[in-house]
C-alpha cells in the first residue's frame, strides 16, 4: 500500500525581494544608454536560486492602471490582505481613479475596450456593499453600531462624487453625508472635528498626527470640493467651505508637519489660494518629495498631495520632478506599500497625467543587454505604450538599457532570491514578538502523528497609545494543518480575541495564516494561543516565521521563527537515520575515508573545479540555518574568480543540518575545491558556498602527519598535489 502526495518543496531561507525603479526619458537624436550594476545577494542562503527579471512600460501607470480596473488592486498592489468593512472604500478607489483616467484620456482601447464593463461592475459592487455601512443620517462607521467617523464620511463622500459620472450613484446619498458633516462635525472657527477616530487609524494616513486639526479640515474641506458640483444646493455649503478655507489660510505659515502642509495645499489650491512658496519650503531642496517622520508612506502621501496643489496650479514645471520621484518609489506589481500611499499617488500621477498633454505621445525603442543572452528589444508607441514588457534574465550581472526616439518608459529591475533567515533585533522597534511552541500531550486532530500548541505574545512598544487594526502573519511548517476549530473559537463571541481569520496562500508561498486583530495593547501583552498538527513528516523541517505589524505601517513589522525541536525556531535534525542521509546528499560532506592521491589529482585538474584552496578555519558563527566560517587561505591552487586571497580571511557557508556532516575544527587546515557558480563576489570580499559540488578534506600539518602512517599518506598526498598544479594539469 501507498499514499501519493503533491508537496510543494521551496528552497531553505525567507522569499527576498530587491528592485531598483528607472524612468528612462528619450528625445531625438542620440540614443541614451542607462547601466545598472550588478546586485550583490549578500544575504543569500547558499545552494539556492535568485532569478532577476526586467519590466519596461511606456506608461508610469499602466502596471496600478490594469491591477485596478480588474479589482486586483488591494492584493496584488500592495501585498497585504484584505480587511473589515473601513477597507471596502480602499479596495473602490483604485478602479475609480483608474476609470476616470482611461475616460477623460480617451485610453480604453490601449487596455481594452471590454475592460471598462468589468471595472464598472467592480465600482457599482463596492458602492452597494458600503451601503451597508451607511446609517440614517447620512454619516458612515466602520460596524452599524459604532460611532460616526468624521474621516470615514469624507472619504466615502469623495469617492462616491468621483465616482457619480462612471456608475448610478444616488446623490442624496453623497449629500447626506456632506450635510452630516457640516451640521454635526464643524467648529465655529472653520475647523472639522473627528470625536471617533476609525478603527485602523493607519488607513487616514498621517491625518491623525502633528498639526492635525488642519488635516482633518483639508481633508473634508476636499471631500467637499469634490462635492460641489452635485451637493452645492446644501444650506450653508458654500459658507462651510468659505469658513474652512479661511481657517486653513490663518493656520498655514503655523504649521510643521510637511503632510499637514501639503494636504492643506492642495484644498487650497482647490480655491486659487495655494502658497507656493510655504509648500516649497516644505519639501526637499530639489522639490521632489516631501519627507515625513514616522513612515516613508506618509512621505509618498504628502508628495502626493504636493504634486495635485502643482497640477491644479498649473505649474507643471514644478510638478515633473515630484512625479519622476514618485514612479521611482514604486513597488514591483504597482503598489506603493500601503493603501492609502497607493490610492494618493496613484490619484494625483493619473491626474498629472491627464493635465499634460505633451507628455503622452511615445515612440521609442528600448534595448536591453546583458552578458549571456541575446539583446532584447521593444518598441513602445501610442498604441502599446500602456503594455507591460517582462524578460527574466541572468542574475547578478551588469544591465545595458538603450533609449531610441522620444518618449518616457518606466523600467523595474526585480530580483527574487532566498535569504539567510535571520532574527535582528533592530527590526523589532514597535513590537515586542514572543513565540511558544509546544508539544501536546495528545493528538487531537484525525490523521495527525502529534500536535503542538502554539501561543503568540505580542505588545506594541508605545508610551500612549495602542497599535491600531494589526496582522499576525503566520507561515506554517512543511507537513503541518491549522486547527480551524480553534481559530473560529478565537474569532467568536464576545470577548473574541481575533476580528478575522484567513488562509492566504498568495501571501507567501508557505502558505500563511493571517489573522486580524483589532488592536495590539501597549501596557499589557496579547496572547492567541492555537493548536497545529503535524500530518506528514518532512526530512529537514525549517523554521516558519511569525509577523506582527500594523495593517498600514506594513514597514514596522517584528519577526519571530518557530520550531518544534529548537528554541526560536534554529534547526535542528530530527529526522529519522535513511532520511538524513537522504537529505545530506546536498551538503558538503568531509573527506574522511582514505583517499587515492590519483583520484584528489584528478579532480583538482577537472575542469569544473575553478579554485583550489587551502585554508585553515579560524572562527564559525550560527545563525538561525546557516553555519558561517571564517577560514584564512594559506595557499591558492587554483585561483577560482578571486585574485591575491592568500593571507586573507574569507567565508565559507553551509547549512546548519550539514554541520555534522562536515565537522570542521577550529585551527585545524582543509583542502577545500569548488566551483564559481558557488562564489558570491560584492566587489571585495568573495563568500564561498559549501555545497554538494564541493570537496572538503582535512590537510595534516608535517607535525601532525608524523603521528600515524594515514596522515602521513594524506600529508604526501597534498604534497603531491601541490607539485601537479604548480606546473599545471
Known sequence: D???????????????????????????????????????LKDQAPNTPANTYITATGESISITIEKAISGQSMGSLIYQPGGCGEQNMMGLTMPVIATHYLDRTSQWHTVGIGLRQTAVTYIARGYNQQLAYRKGDGSYAAYIDRPSSTWLTAYVAKVFAMASNIVNIDQNVICSALRWLILNRQRSDGSYREDAPVISGGMTGNVGGHNSQASMTAFVLIALQEGRGICGGIPSFRNSIAKATAYLKAQLHALANPYAVAMVSYALANENALDKQVLLSKGSADGSNW????????GLEASAYALLAFVKAKDFQRAAPIVNWLNSQRRSGGGYGTTQATIMVFQAVAEYRIQVTDIKSVDMELTIRVEGMRPVVWTFNKNNAHLTRT?????????????????????????????????????????????????????????????????ISSRY?????????????????????????????LSTGHGRLIQKFEMNKQLSERGSLILYLDKIPHQSKNKVTFRLHRVMDAGFLQPAAVTVYEYYSIENRCMKFYHPTRKEGALKKICHKEVCECAEENCSLQR???????????????PTIDYVFKAVLLNEDEDLSLVSYTMRIEMSLKKGPEKDVVGRNRIFTSLISCEKALGLKKGTSYLIMGQTKDVQLDGRNGQYALGERTWVEHWPTKAESESSPQLKAKYDGMSSLQHDLLYGC
Open 592 to 606: 574522511k575515508e582514505k583517499i587515492d592521491e590519483a583520484l584528489r589529482n584528478k579532480k583538482a585538474c577537472e
Open 291 to 298: 519627507p515625513v517622520g514616522g513612515s516613508i508612506y506618509y
Open 391 to 455: 524578460e527574466k534574465i541572468p542574475s547578478n550581472r551588469e544591465i545595458s538599457i538603450t533609449s531610441k526616439g522620444s518618449g518616457e518608459a518606466s523600467v523595474t529591475v526585480m530580483t527574487t532570491y532566498y535569504a539567510k533567515p535571520k532574527e535582528r533585533s533592530t527590526d523589532c522597534k514597535n513590537f515586542e514578538l514572543e513565540l511558544l511552541f509546544e508539544k501536546e500531550d495528545r493528538v487531537t486532530y484525525h490523521g495527525a502523528s502529534e500536535s503542538y500548541k502554539l501561543t
Open 461 to 489: 512598544l508605545s508610551t500612549d497609545r495602542d497599535a491600531t487594526m494589526s496582522i499576525l502573519d503566520v507561515s506554517l511548517l512543511t507537513g503541518f494543518v491549522v486547527d480551524e476549530a480553534d481559530l473560529k473559537a
Open 2 to 40: 501507498g499514499v501519493k502526495k503533491d508537496i510543494l518543496v521551496v528552497p531553505e531561507g525567507v522569499s527576498t525581494k530587491l528592485g531598483e525603479n528607472l524612468q528612462i526619458s528619450s528625445k531625438r537624436g542620440t540614443p541614451h544608454v542607462q547601466v545598472v550594476k550588478s546586485l550583490i
